[in-house]
């Protein structure tokens, strides 16, 4: 498989990055890109930036990490990502990254660079 980045492309999809969160969405593709690059396999985004509007339609939680362009979800059917975080979880905390307990997100995984309680969270 061909290794690539994770882009802004694909944590925006087509939205405007408001200019207040363009230092959060340069340290997500940071940590994301950091991460990636371990973990050696494409990461296919589901969701990242949620404008406050499309959180409330995707039935995101008020005050997400996404609406501050602090998270992305990525595709994962097979859990084998979410295995792969919770079984490099200082790789996690290398990067900078904070994992939404995946006993909440079935089929998919939420990574975010908004500090939790616990490097992986309940939410
Ligand atoms: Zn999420």
Redesign the pocket.
């Known amino acids: 498989m061909v290794e690539r980045v994770i882009s802004r492309d694909e944590i925006l999809k087509g939205q405007e990055c408001p200019s207040n969160l363009e230092g959060n969405l340069q340290g997500l593709l940071l940590a994301l890109n950091r991460f990636r690059a371990a973990y050696g396999k494409p990461m296919i985004v589901n969701?990242g930036y949620r404008s406050p509007e499309h959180n409330a339609s995707v039935g995101g939680r008020p005050g997400?990490a996404?609406v501050l362009c602090q998270?992305?979800?990525f595709r994962d059917p097979t859990g084998s990502l979410a295995s792969f975080c919770l079984e490099n979880v200082q790789l996690l905390e290398h990067c900078g990254l904070w994992l939404?307990s995946p006993s909440y997100t079935k089929g998919w995984v939420?990574l975010q660079t908004r500090p939790a309680l616990h490097r992986v969270f309940i939410p």
């Open positions: 969701s997400s996404h998270a992305a979800d939404e939420h």
